[in-house]
């Protein structure tokens, strides 16, 4: 294998860049594949296409190609993609990217196929809260609501017990889609999740968690990275329903790192809206001297893809409820401290950043630094 990067043309996409994304999107995809989407065709579309892009740009360099779809997968995604024979900008992978790490999507992965949106939407978890967002938009203020309380029980609740699923499900008896979107979101718990009759859930990131020797252990990515174990609850198996994978990768996950920053500002005196005109950005934080900021967290590993997918953040005019003075990007610490440049990169390569000046991308630390001076200490 081998590597090549150029500097990408404002706007363009570069064929590297179309190869990654539709590699990725294959892995993706096989993670919750039903089977083929062609009965002559063993793999996702997606590999497929990304193998045959791959192959010429390998012969171009004269390396070696994979073998076929199989070589790809079980191979090449576990190398770092920087030694793949792509032209991908400066900045687009980082040294230790993979597709796959320990056998499964990478975090990394994840990112690539979401800048890719012919199969962003064939993602389930797409389609499921665009369905939700149309509905509760239909719904008016009441909608709002709707939608808060269902994307917090994601982020704050991502298990349940039969009797806790079924309180859940009859919040809302005024919305006939509420309890149907609880049914598709949460699934029982597999085998592999279960210790006899048990099942433990991860008190930092409320996920379940896998039986290991001696105990249990979070999968996430995040909490594999604790240098000391996140601590775990055990409780009893029978009945308890867990959101389903997609919900969990694109919702959950990422809610805690808003819910976590929800806190901090709090606790200095803000007021904080979640989600505000259904979904418009993350958070709308109201400081006491008037000042209004929106804040939109992106958990992402890679400032690269992100940069490519980053869209302003809507305006609204002034006296709107939903109105802002200031505008973040925000990335959580420790994503800018694990990749060098992060907030270089991201700043480079995004057309948003560089066309809307009230729009700034920083960090969670750097965040917290620019709470008013008499809010600090609150």
Same mark, same amino acid.
């Given at each position: ?15 590297? =860049?179309?190869?990654? $994304? ?15 989407? %062609? ?32 070589? #790809? ?12 024979? #792509? ?9 230790? %990217? ?17 800048? @890719? ?9 797409? &389609? ?7 509905? *509760? ?19 704050? =609740? ?10 859940? &499900? ?13 049914? !598709? ?6 085998? @592999? =999740?279960?210790?006899?009759? $048990? +099942? ?9 968690? &896998? ?24 409780? =009893? ?24 920053? +929800? ?19 993350? #958070? ?33 005019? &002034?006296?709107? !409820? ?7 990007? +925000?990335?959580?610490?420790?994503? +800018? @401290? ?11 390569? $995004? ?6 000046? !009230?729009? !700034? ?13 008499? *809010?600090?200490?609150?």
């Amino acid at each position: 294998m081998g590597s090549r990067s150029g500097v990408a043309r404002r706007g363009a996409v570069t064929d590297g =860049e179309l190869t990654l $994304s539709l590699a990725a999107s294959g892995v993706m995809r096989l993670t919750a594949w039903p089977g083929p989407e %062609d009965p002559r065709n063993p793999y996702p579309t997606a590999l497929q296409l990304a193998l045959d892009r791959l192959t010429w740009a390998c012969w171009n360099e004269r390396i070696e190609p994979p073998r076929g779809v199989a070589d #790809l997968v079980s191979e090449w995604c576990s190398e770092p993609l920087a030694r793949w024979p #792509l032209d991908l900008p400066d900045g687009a992978v980082g040294p230790g %990217d993979r597709l796959l790490v320990d056998g499964e999507a990478s975090e990394t992965c994840r990112d690539w196929a979401v800048t @890719n949106p012919d199969v962003i939407s064939e993602v389930m978890e797409s &389609r499921f809260m665009s369905d939700v967002r149309d509905t *509760c938009r239909g719904l008016g203020r009441r909608g709002q609501e709707v939608y808060v309380r269902l994307r917090r029980l994601m982020v704050d =609740e991502p298990v349940l017990s039969a009797v806790e699923l079924l309180k859940r &499900r009859n919040q809302f008896p005024d919305v006939p889609a509420w309890s149907q979107w609880l049914g !598709e979101a949460y699934v029982p718990v597999t085998a @592999n =999740e279960l210790d006899g009759a $048990s +099942v433990g859930v991860c008190r930092r990131c409320r996920q379940l968690t &896998r039986p290991a020797s001696g105990g249990w252990r979070c999968a996430t990515p995040r909490c594999r990275r604790l240098t000391r174990p996140a601590a775990v609850t055990v409780r =009893e198996a029978k009945g308890v329903v867990r959101l389903r994978a997609d919900l969990v990768t694109y919702v959950s996950l990422p809610g805690r790192v808003e819910a976590d920053l +929800v806190k901090t500002l709090e606790r200095a005196g803000a007021t904080v809206y979640w989600w505000p005109d259904v979904d418009a950005y993350d #958070l709308l934080v109201v400081w006491p001297d008037g000042r209004r900021w929106a804040v939109d967290v992106k958990d992402w590993r890679s400032p690269y893809p992100l940069a490519r997918k980053l869209r302003p953040l809507p305006t609204y005019r &002034r006296g709107h !409820e939903y109105a802002w003075d200031e505008g973040f990007i +925000v990335i959580p610490t420790d994503r +800018v @401290n694990q990749r060098r440049g992060y907030l270089t990169i991201l700043r480079r390569h $995004s057309e948003a950043l560089r066309t809307h000046p !009230e729009l !700034e991308a920083v960090s969670v630390k750097q965040l917290k630094e620019r709470i008013p001076e008499g *809010c600090r200490g609150a």
